[in-house]
């Protein structure tokens, strides 16, 4: 299994290749211009690894939530370098990939809410429960404020992700446990790559066309209501 991971959906910007059991990665943060930066570090990996494009399994791609501008570009780039080198494509979402980082960070925590800043007063969130060592979803992924956000009755989770930054207040979640140093993590293509790997082998490799990006909201231009 040969699988390039791409996400540009966050401030980090970053490329993973999947080659087995071997991750090559590469990321950094950028407040914008992510386009300049990710297909540099697509050419970087296959270089390091000695590869062309088209000797790969599949392009994986975070699809979202999170910055329009960037969902975008990911889900272009995975269509078009998929077409280009007649690739399969896996969409993985953003908040599962920040799921499993947790579940990697921490071995013994079994759930974990995910909230990264969804800008306009809100929140990008989903619960996430470990099954067989890697993140599946608990509930739908949903965006709303704050209040918005809560787990089942007497449920009981890690919190992470940098919406637990940006609004203190969940921080008070009933049941919800949140690291400090989980509060600035964000998403990578090194656990997108893992998952996209765990979907192809159950089947989940999708044509070009599949790559699309999703957002959760349904008006990207919803003016703030504060």
Same mark, same amino acid.
């Given at each position: 299994?040969?699988? #390039?991971?791409?996400? &540009?959906? &966050? /401030? ?29 570090? !697509? ?6 690894? *000695?590869?062309?494009? =088209?000797?790969?399994?599949? !392009?994986?791609?975070g ?23 007649? #690739? ?6 953003n908040?599962?990939?920040? @799921?499993?980082? =947790?579940?990697?960070? $921490?071995?013994? !925590? ?6 990264? $800043?969804?800008?306009?007063?809100e ?12 993140a599946?979803?608990? *509930? ?6 704050? /209040? ?6 007497? @449920?009981?989770?890690?919190?992470l ?10 921080? /008070?979640?009933? *049941?919800? &446990? ?7 993590? #964000?998403?990578?293509?090194?656990? !997108? ?9 159950? *089947? ?23």
């Amino acid at each position: 299994m040969r699988i #390039l991971a791409l996400d &540009t959906a &966050t /401030e980090n910007c970053s490329a993973a290749l999947l080659l087995g059991t071997r991750l090559l990665t590469r990321e950094a943060e950028f407040a914008r211009g992510h386009a300049e930066h990710i297909l540099p570090m !697509i050419d970087a990996l296959l270089a390091e690894a *000695g590869l062309g494009l =088209g000797e790969l399994t599949a !392009i994986a791609f975070g699809r979202g939530p999170g910055s329009f501008t960037g969902v975008r570009l990911a889900a272009s780039l995975a269509q078009g370098l998929s077409f280009g080198a007649n #690739l399969s494509v896996v969409p993985v979402s953003n908040l599962q990939a920040l @799921a499993q980082r =947790g579940f990697d960070l $921490d071995p013994s !925590i079994e759930r974990v809410l995910v909230c990264t $800043d969804a800008r306009m007063q809100e929140v990008y969130w989903g619960c996430f429960e470990r099954r067989d060592g890697f993140a599946a979803p608990a *509930g739908p992924e949903q965006v709303g404020p704050p /209040e918005s956000v809560r787990l089942a009755a007497g @449920a009981q989770a890690a919190g992470l992700g940098r919406g637990f930054g940006a609004y203190p207040r969940l921080r /008070e979640l009933p *049941g919800v &446990t949140v690291r400090a140093s989980w509060e600035r993590l #964000l998403p990578r293509s090194a656990e !997108i790559a893992r998952l996209a790997a765990r979907e192809a082998d159950a *089947g989940g490799l999708l044509a070009p066309e599949a790559a699309l990006p999703v957002y959760l909201r349904d008006n990207v231009a919803r003016p703030s209501s504060s």
